[in-house]
């Protein structure tokens, strides 16, 4: 939990803790990635405005060294906005104030999604995903296209392979949040934007074609 605003941080570090997880905090950016380094955790909570260097610089320092799940906290919802813009490698966001209840959802989905993605999880197909000139392997969870390796967030990756494996359909935004991130309402359908935008940045603007008002649908090269 990094947040330099001790309340917030000792209040979301108290409701985790009764849910049963070990809870570590930081208050500042340096320390933060000093301390995701040394106790690899399973999920960070990030507070974008902090001392040091901002969430942004401490989202990029950590997933750079490891994946690890981020939940990023925004004083504002244009603040959200601006980051889904610059697709940071979030995993979701949560816009201030909060519900406790809500940050604790939200963790708990996040947390689902890794374990189901893991080497124990359920799915164990072992199969390649080839589509067009994309290449998704995912036992080993590589994607490459037109021969080039992309390195991709778990988050990129779980939305990607949605994505081809029902190539040319147009999947909904609340679906694809539904079925990626595990929530059932829409309410985060920005954090689906950021996910795509990311997504083009290292595959190429042509793989995911947008369709206004409804979803996403992925066309690779022949
Ligand atoms: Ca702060």
Redesign the pocket.
Known sequence: MV???RTIAQSVAARLRAEGFTVDLAYDGPSAVAKARAGKPDLVVL????PGFDGLEVCRRIQAERPVSVLMLTARGDETDLLVGLAVGADDYLTKPFSMRELAARVHALLRRVDRAGPSGGHRDETPIVVGDLEINRSERRVRRAGVEAHLTPTEFDLLVHLASRPRAVLPRERLLAEVWGWADASGTRTVDSHVKALRRKLGADLIRTVHGVGYALEARP
């Open positions: 947040e330099d605003e507070d974008v405005m902090l």
